[in-house]
């Protein structure tokens, strides 16, 4: 049946509703139980148990189901922990409340009241009392297709809030990633760290080498970013003597989208005065597997065809060993620039002649190592043409003492000893600068409050960054970043006469 002609049809109720004197959208009821509440506390009674239970519960959800029989009928109500059926028999609802039931549709939301019971099949049910249903909103359009759900993966992110009412699943996994976040919090805490609040409109797009979104302060006349990380804030913190910070944050990337990257994302980033990046290594195995301890309740969890193991000690490997080892690239190729930059081109990627060695030895990797990194790998030693806030390495200063974390083949988080050295930090925004006249909108910008704040004694210090929605990901088993974020950025569509889009809808109007 049309989606419209459905529509119609529940119009016709309502005006029928409303000439009976019904309220379509009360607000003065109270829910006593959720759904899981009731379950938990009885779903292992039997009947003689129940029967006596005098107890009368009441709970609110979405009508998702039924099954009528004439002057009966069993429902199924969906409240947010769950889904519990009900029993509505016309002799003891009362004409009123029944004729208001014939009237229901699926999706409307309701308010029950009665006795538990088990029907013969065991199934835990509420037996609804005498005038103990109610009507608190009418929805006027159906359901996607009960028994099929909601598969598009298009409109499932367009219209998350039907996602969330038909695939139990989806809910399950912001569950999940409403607790994943807590636990970080928790963990950071427990380690005296302070959350703190960094702006996210900057004057200057810095902490990162990305392209950041622009918008204009109309009172102040002055142009202002979308911080792509609050790294430079956070480090004035950290000279400002506070040591230890954290900020959970939403960042901003002008960038593409993929199943891996949205423009908009959640990163946790610390600092720790008096580290190195080599003390953040094992804080960081430690952080990922309580979590997965607590979320998984194991080490070992399956991803996307993949067994991973996150048993500490994750193996660490410098860029350069990895792209030799791991990516087949012979070492005299990385010791030439004139080599490095052919096997570059052969590998399908676009170098420009400004391009530095350590920045085209970083596509290399990225195409030819990254993929392969499935386990928990730490890899480290990074060039400093790609480091620009990052402190050098004492043994060979063309490396920065940095790690990233790849688990499955991504990026999860990124960690470095910290530049605090105001002359190399101009230095290196000098050469980002360069970088930027050469066509690279991702360059750093020169930021002179920054240096002018580390000019005050930065003490050595020692950050990461981790990523929210792609641990999120892991431990939940989802291919895309798409199903972790609940309003992913999509481009615009256009739909007739302001429609949604099409979608099968469930024909079990009454």
Excluded at 359 to 387: C, G, N, R, W
Aim: net charge negative; aromatic share 8%; glycine share 6%.
């Amino acid at each position: 049946m049309e989606e419209r002609e459905l529509q119609k049809r529940r119009h016709e109720k309502i005006d029928s509703l409303r000439g009976d004197g019904i309220d379509l959208y009360p607000n003065d009821i109270s829910v006593g139980e959720t759904t899981a509440a009731i379950s938990e506390r009885f779903g292992l009674f039997d009947h003689e148990a129940l029967e006596k239970v005098t107890e009368r519960f009441t709970l609110a959800g979405r009508l998702m189901a039924v099954r009528d029989f004439g002057k009966g009928a069993f429902i199924s109500i969906q409240d947010r922990k769950g889904l519990l059926q009900a029993f509505l028999r016309k002799n003891q609802l009362g004409e009123k409340a029944f004729s208001l039931f014939k009237k229901l549709d699926i999706g409307d939301i309701v308010w029950i009241a009665g006795r538990v019971f088990k029907t013969k099949t065991g199934e835990l049910t509420i037996d609804v009392e005498e005038n103990g249903l109610r009507l608190l909103s009418k929805a006027i359009r159906p359901l996607p297709e009960k028994w099929h759900g909601l598969t598009d993966v298009e409109i499932r992110y367009r219209q998350r809030h039907l996602d969330l009412i038909v695939n139990p699943e989806v809910r399950d996994v912001f569950r999940k990633r409403s607790r994943i976040i807590a636990l970080i919090r928790r963990f950071m805490e427990e380690r005296d760290f302070l959350e703190v609040e960094t702006p996210m409109m900057q004057p200057r797009a810095g902490g990162a080498v990305a392209r950041p979104f622009k918008t204009f302060h109309n009172a102040l006349r002055m142009d202002l970013f979308l911080r792509i990380a609050p790294e430079l804030y956070l480090k004035r913190l950290i000279t400002g003597g506070m040591e230890r910070v954290f900020e959970i944050n939403r960042n901003f990337r002008n960038e593409g989208i993929s199943a891996f990257h949205n423009p908009e994302f959640t990163m946790m980033e610390f600092y720790q005065a008096y580290a190195t990046y080599e003390d953040l290594m094992p804080m960081t195995e430690e952080l990922i597997t309580s979590v997965s301890r607590s979320i998984s309740g194991s080490l070992a969890f399956p991803y996307q065809g993949n067994e991973i193991d996150l048993t500490p000690p994750w193996k660490r490997i410098k860029v350069r060993d990895a792209i030799i080892t791991i990516g087949g690239v012979d070492a005299a190729v990385l010791d030439d620039r004139e080599r490095l930059a052919d096997h570059a081109r052969k590998l399908g990627i676009e170098i420009k002649e400004s391009d530095q060695p350590g920045k085209v030895m970083m596509a290399i990797f990225d195409e030819t190592v990254e993929a392969k990194l499935i386990q928990p790998t730490f890899v480290t030693h990074y060039p400093v043409e790609v480091s620009p806030l990052s402190r050098r390495n004492a043994i060979d200063p063309s490396l920065v003492d940095r790690f990233e974390l790849y688990i499955c083949g991504k990026e999860i988080a990124n960690a470095f000893s910290e530049l605090n050295d105001p002359v190399d930090q101009r230095g290196r925004f000098e050469m980002q600068l360069k970088e930027r006249e050469a066509g690279d909108l991702e360059a750093h910008e020169m930021d002179e409050d920054y240096i002018s704040a580390l000019e005050c004694g930065m003490p050595p210090t020692a950050g990461e960054g981790i990523g929210i929605d792609r641990l999120v990901m892991l431990f939940t088993n989802s291919a895309s970043i798409r199903d972790v974020i609940l309003f992913p950025l999509l481009r615009i569509r256009e739909a007739s006469h302001g429609e949604p889009a099409t979608i099968k809808t469930a024909e079990t109007d009454q």
